[in-house]
């Protein structure tokens, strides 16, 4: 017999009758069109991250990538099989999205295990994990450690969208670009990663939507993203 009590059941009859009519003509179009979403979103699990909140996006504006702390995975393979790295490639060489967004945030569980212990069973997240070590500081993780290790991972993972070769080629033609999020959960803002600033930028001060990881000129290529300097660790 039918569980009465089943919340989710009750939340997908309630989209079928009260949701899905005022949208039916739009999902109409996009089966009928086909889905032409324009930015590929690559952002964390985290159930506090709602990526068509934030963008106001409407069905079939983002295609939706979401993993363990928003990771990249390397072009080469080298971890195995990985829906990430097919995700990116269909969006650019198929869906041809215009833009790729990398989005952290704050408080996020994936950064913090970068200074602690995982489980042994966790032998994927483990792995994993690895994709984000690099953004990780050699300090006692404070929270203002993890908001810049949080930071530093998405350029991280905006540098390795560069080894994609379809990437890389539609963003040297200037026909893709890519855009690094970070959003504080607490203050409802996306700071955007402007990489002539080397630093990321409220977006409610923010001149554009964020820039990649280089500067976009001859001779001008950046590293890594590392706004520690000489900052670390703290003077007290």
Request: proline content about 7%.
């Amino acid at each position: 017999m039918p569980d009465h009590d089943d919340e989710l059941l009750q939340r997908l009859r309630r989209f079928h009758d009260d949701a899905f009519p005022r949208y039916e003509q739009h999902f109409k179009a996009l089966v009928d069109e086909g889905q032409h979403p324009t930015t590929l979103f690559i952002g964390c699990s985290d159930s506090r991250l709602v990526p068509h909140l934030l963008t106001g996006a409407q069905p079939g504006e983002l295609f939706l990538v979401r993993n363990v702390g928003a990771l990249v995975p390397p072009y080469d393979g080298s971890a195995g099989y990985h829906g990430t790295a097919a995700a990116i490639e269909f969006a650019v060489l198929q869906l041809q999205v215009q833009r790729i967004v990398v989005c952290g945030h704050s408080h996020c569980g994936a950064m913090q295990a970068l200074y602690g212990e995982v489980s042994p069973e966790a032998r994927n997240l483990n792995v994993w994990l690895d994709l984000a070590r690099e953004a990780a500081l050699p300090v006692v993780p404070t929270p203002e450690a993890l908001r810049r290790t949080e930071q530093r991972a998405v350029v991280l993972q905006l540098e390795r969208l560069m080894d994609y070769p379809m990437v890389r080629r539609r963003v040297q033609a200037r026909e893709l670009t890519l855009h690094g999020w970070h959003y504080v959960i607490e203050d409802g803002e996306v700071h955007v990663f402007d990489v002539r600033r080397g630093a990321f930028v409220p977006a409610s001060r923010a001149e554009h939507s964020g820039t990649g990881p280089y500067k976009d000129g001859p001779g001008e290529a950046q590293e890594l993203f590392n706004e520690i300097g000489g900052q670390w660790p703290p003077r007290g």
